[in-house]
C-alpha cells in the first residue's frame, strides 16, 4: 500500500516526526491537532474555543486533499479535564458536523497545556 504525505501551511507544523496527514488505502488521516493558531501559536482560554480551533486546523488539512469535515467517518478526541469540559466541547463539535456524524471516541487524556486534541479519518472522493 502507498502513502502520501499531506502538509498546509493553514494548519501547525508538526513539532516532531510526523505529518500532518497521510493518504493511504482510500482514506486520509489526521495527525492529532491541538488548538494552536497556524503561524502565531497562539492558544485560547476556554475548551470551546479550543475546539473551534482545533476542528479548524483538521480542516486545513483536509481542504489540502479536496475534503471536509463532511467527509470525516471517524474522530478521536482527548480532554484534558473529560467530566468539566464535554458538554463545552460537545456543543463546540455538534457545530461542525451534520447527520451521519463521523463515529467518535472521546477520553480524558494528560495533554501538554491544552485543553482538546483531535485526529480524524476521512473518506476520499471516488
Not at 499531506?6 to 516526526?17: C, L, N, S, Y
Not at 502565531?40 to 486533499?65: C, I, K, M, P, Y
Amino acid at each position: 500500500m502507498s502513502k502520501k504525505a499531506v502538509r498546509t501551511d493553514g494548519a501547525p507544523a508538526p513539532a516532531g516526526a510526523y505529518s500532518q496527514g497521510v493518504v493511504a488505502g482510500g482514506f486520509l488521516y489526521t495527525a492529532g491537532f491541538g488548538p494552536q493558531e497556524p503561524g502565531t501559536g497562539r492558544v485560547a482560554s476556554t475548551v470551546g474555543e479550543q475546539t473551534a480551533q482545533v476542528l479548524a486546523n483538521v480542516s486545513a488539512v483536509l481542504a489540502e486533499h479536496g475534503l471536509t469535515l463532511d467527509d470525516v467517518v471517524k474522530a478521536t478526541v482527548h480532554l484534558q479535564n473529560l467530566k468539566a469540559d464535554f458538554p463545552e466541547f460537545n456543543a463546540v463539535y455538534a457545530e461542525h458536523f451534520t447527520e451521519p456524524y463521523p463515529v467518535r471516541t472521546t477520553v480524558g487524556s494528560d495533554l501538554a497545556d491544552i485543553l482538546v486534541e483531535i485526529d480524524v479519518v476521512a473518506r476520499l472522493h471516488d
